[in-house]
């Protein structure tokens, strides 16, 4: 078991940047996958970015090079940097750890507007 808070949402302007933080309860160097999804109103839940065990990096389609993802396992931390924020971003951004078992956080809002 492990307990994920995300953390660094909030309103940003277009064009602006949000940094958020993922602290686990316990070490996150046993799960193979960790990552970030986001869901928008009436949308399904969507990969944004996830690292796979060691280092491999993946982005979904959408984020062209805007967002970086980084890990951290002395610290239980997985943390996304989210550049060039655009209203289209706007959602709930939720933690995910994975390996044998599949773990969330509650979700941290994004909202990008003017």
């Known amino acids: 078991q492990v307990n994920l808070v995300e953390s660094g949402g909030g309103l940003v302007q277009p064009g602006g940047s949000l940094r958020l933080s993922c602290v686990a309860s316990r070490s996150i160097s046993s799960f193979n996958h960790m990552g970030w999804y986001r869901q928008a109103p009436g949308k399904e839940r969507e990969l944004v970015a996830r690292i796979i065990r060691p280092g491999s990096k993946y982005y979904g389609d959408f984020v062209k090079g805007r967002f970086t993802i980084s890990r951290d396992n002395a610290k239980n931390t997985v943390t996304l940097q989210m550049n060039s924020l655009k209203p289209d971003d706007t959602a709930v951004y939720y933690c995910?750890?994975?390996?044998?078992?599949?773990?969330w956080g509650q979700g941290t809002q994004v909202t990008v507007s003017s």
């Open positions: 995910n750890a994975a390996s044998a078992s599949n773990y």
